[in-house]
């Protein structure tokens, strides 16, 4: 759990994107499903990377997964609509309270 916590003050606005509740209805987060990860390290970075692929969407119909329970717009970030520079983050890093 500290280790969450560290990521979670680190990096808000993905530690919220990864876990919010929903995103297995718009993508393929199953064990064995079609997301990638990587983790990549030089003498001067650290690269984390993690990919996570959409439902396809079917042939005929809408733009939605064939998932029962999928509600389009449900579990949408917050900064979607304004972009990067809407998210409270994009200034850069500020001052930990802690």
């Known amino acids: 759990l500290p280790y969450a916590e560290n990521l979670y ?7 919220i994107a990864l876990g919010m509740p929903g ?20 003498p001067t970075e ?3 990377e993690i990919t996570i692929r959409r439902w396809t969407a079917p042939s ?3 733009p ?12 949408a970030s ?10 409270p983050y994009a200034q850069g890093p500020q001052a930990s309270p802690y």
């Open 60 to 62: 005929i119909g809408g």
């Open 9 to 15: 003050r680190r990096f808000p606005e993905e530690f």
């Open 23 to 42: 995103l297995e209805n718009a993508f393929d987060l199953r064990p064995s499903g079609s997301w990638t990860r990587s983790i990549r390290e030089t």
């Open 78 to 87: 917050p900064y979607a609509q304004g972009g990067p520079q809407a998210s």
């Open 46 to 48: 650290k690269t984390v």
């Open 64 to 75: 939605y997964p064939p998932n029962p329970w999928y509600q389009p717009g449900y579990g």
